[in-house]
């Protein structure tokens, strides 16, 4: 999953196994040696916790590719901030397992086998949550404890052996305490009435029913082979009690109804689900997470993106400078009237002042002083990303045709004031303006023929299924916006990202702000949503952190000083967000790379077939 998509980049690779496992590793290696490979391209470290640190630490390092605990992925998160090394994380998970009152239980039982009790559930995509429709609990319960007591434990290398060991005495003793802590918080345990060896660290496959939504077991990674029961009653209650998670890995739906299955599926926060069926993996299929259970994809096209960088940036539009000439430039700064106005903030599609009650001067290059902007806070940032939240589901299911058309009309309305904000651009910056209206326009016209053309793909799995990888939103975004190009940075990297589903908190150049306060009139008359699109002026570095450390934002693009990366990126880790640093000024990126930085591939498994 790893090693193959890098070697296919032109990558040379260091893999570290886990320190429980790591025979098979060597393994591989001999392997490599038999194939050819020369030396040098695939290098094998064993070692412990330590070994893994100093892999990480080490300034020869570009890239790292991990798959593990949630807890690790944060501190490698923490330790790579500000190193510029790309990362992709396969961290934890707390799958959820619905069942449908119309499901075939038999074909269900046998899922929740395979699901929880494979590899005696040390599995990070482990269907640990089992969700069933309270019409068909009691009997789903039934047969599933009738098959528990059918499960073999003993010896994994013997073939009529379901269940092995649990990889070390420490997670025994994990499991062992957690599904204690169930108990003592009003959970029913149930296991078979057979024993389990008692040398080795073996632990029975174990159910535990009368599970709250909010208690540990349900929301904490046991990494055992312990199944956490609730019931739900509506479809609706379904998907809020399997997005009820921090994690956001893999789901199982089951159902006879495919319009059913296919809905629920595209609405839990996962990455992968898998339809009457589970643990179905292909490297022709993207495999990775949502929310704390990480960020990039392991298999497909998209899998291969994470091994694989651009070697330049292209030149924007607006580097092609035009001559400070034009007429309509000069005429129109005597038509604007004499007023002395401090620009607000733009918080749930309502100009707002700042809760500091603060504001700025905002000075020409030649220091003559232009306006004022407000100083946004910790306050107002809360207020836009609740309010960005507050959108968020209904712009992600707006029709991407009517996402389109509100953005073709956002651009429309700009080219109705292109002169007015060129105007603005050139008392900001001493640049042409004109040159980057007529590129901020170009780049919102693009975003809106996106809106509907972004489309996934069909993976040709080897099975009798249809496997879907649909491009979905990250959710909420915050957008530190660069010094320079205040108006394309803006159309570019907001209007892809709004094209594609997010919802956005932007906080604009910090040398050029009057440009986004003014771009809040043209969102007012163009249909945007209320809270879709949020502006919050202050200052951009310390409101970065604030995005940063703030768990309800899902992703952070800050084009910043270099300095700065590693403060972002570091408080990033609390909830596991997506991270994108871009430089401070100069050219933006392509509209392929930011589509991609703002959407996540879900695949979605439909097995067909009698």
């Known amino acids: 999953w790893k090693v193959a998509p890098a070697l296919a980049m032109g990558n040379t690779v260091v893999l570290k196994p886990a320190e429980w496992t790591p025979l098979t590793a060597l393994l591989f290696a001999e392997i490599c040696t038999q194939v050819g490979l020369p030396p040098g391209v695939v290098n094998i470290l064993t070692g412990d916790g330590q070994t893994g640190a100093a892999l990480v630490a080490h300034p020869g390092v570009d890239k790292i590719a991990f ?83 059918k499960l073999r434990v003993g010896n994994p290398l013997d073939k009529a052996v379901d269940m092995g060991a649990i990889i070390g005495p420490v997670q025994l003793q994990k499991v062992e305490r957690l599904v204690q802590q169930g108990v003592a918080e009003g959970a029913e345990v149930w296991q078979p009435s057979w024993a389990v060896p008692q040398e080795g660290c073996f632990y029975p496959p174990t159910l535990l029913t009368r599970v709250a939504p909010a208690s540990t077991v349900a929301q904490e990674e046991i990494f055992g082979p312990v199944l956490a029961a609730l019931t739900f009653r509506t479809p609706e209650e379904a998907v809020r009690l399997a997005n009820n998670t921090r994690y956001g890995l893999a789901a199982s739906v089951w159902s006879e109804d495919i319009n059913l299955a296919l809905d629920i599926a595209t609405q839990i926060k996962a990455g992968t689900v898998w339809i009457n069926s589970t643990n179905l993996f292909d490297a022709a299929a993207g495999f990775g997470g949502y929310r704390e259970s990480g960020f990039g994809r392991e298999g497909g096209k998209e899998g291969l993106w994470e091994y694989a960088k651009k070697k330049g940036l292209r030149q924007p539009t607006a580097a092609k400078a035009r001559p400070k000439t034009s007429p309509t430039l000069r005429n129109f700064p005597p038509s604007l009237p004499p007023i002395d106005r401090t620009a607000k903030l733009f918080i749930g599609g309502r100009q707002v002042r700042p809760d500091s009650g603060y504001s700025r001067v905002v000075y020409a290059p030649n220091g003559q002083r232009l306006g004022e902007v407000g100083l946004g806070n910790r306050k107002d940032i809360r207020n836009a990303v609740e309010a960005a939240r507050g959108a968020f589901e209904g712009w992600r299911r707006t029709p991407a045709y009517q996402r389109a058309q509100i953005l073709y009309y956002l651009a429309e309305n700009l080219s109705e004031r292109a002169a007015e904000f060129a105007w603005r651009i050139e008392a900001q910056t001493g640049q042409d303006g004109q040159a980057e209206v007529e590129a901020a326009l170009e780049a919102l016209f693009a975003a809106a023929a996106w809106a509907d053309k972004y489309e996934g793909a069909v993976h040709p799995t080897p099975l009798r299924s249809v496997t879907l990888a649909l491009p979905e939103p990250i959710g909420v975004m915050g957008l530190l916006c660069p010094d320079d190009q205040p108006l394309l940075a803006l159309a570019q990297l907001a209007g892809l990202a709004l094209a594609l589903g997010n919802t956005l908190v932007v906080v604009p150049s910090p040398q050029a702000p009057l440009t986004a306060t003014d771009f809040y009139q043209v969102l007012e008359t163009s249909d945007v949503p209320a809270g879709t699109f949020n502006i919050v002026t202050g200052e951009r570095d310390q409101l970065a952190l604030t995005l940063a450390e703030h768990d309800d934002v899902d992703a952070v693009w800050y084009a910043g000083p270099r300095e700065d990366w590693a403060p972002v990126e570091r408080a990033s880790a609390g909830n596991m967000k997506r991270t994108w640093t871009l430089p401070v000024k100069g050219p933006l990126p392509d509209a392929d790379e930011i589509l991609r930085q703002a959407s996540q591939i879900k695949n979605i498994w439909v097995p067909y077939g009698a």
């Open 67 to 149: 798959t593990g605990s949630t807890e690790v992925g944060r501190q490698i998160r923490r330790a790579t901030a500000g190193s510029g090394k790309r990362l992709s994380l396969e961290l934890g998970g707390k799958s959820p397992f619905i069942v449908f009152e119309d499901a075939d239980l038999d074909s269900a039982v046998e899922g929740v086998v395979d699901a929880i009790w494979f590899n005696q559930g040390q599995v990070c995509c482990a269907g640990s949550r089992l969700l069933l429709q309270e019409g068909i609990a009691e009997p789903m319960l039934a047969r599933l404890k009738a098959r528990m007591e």
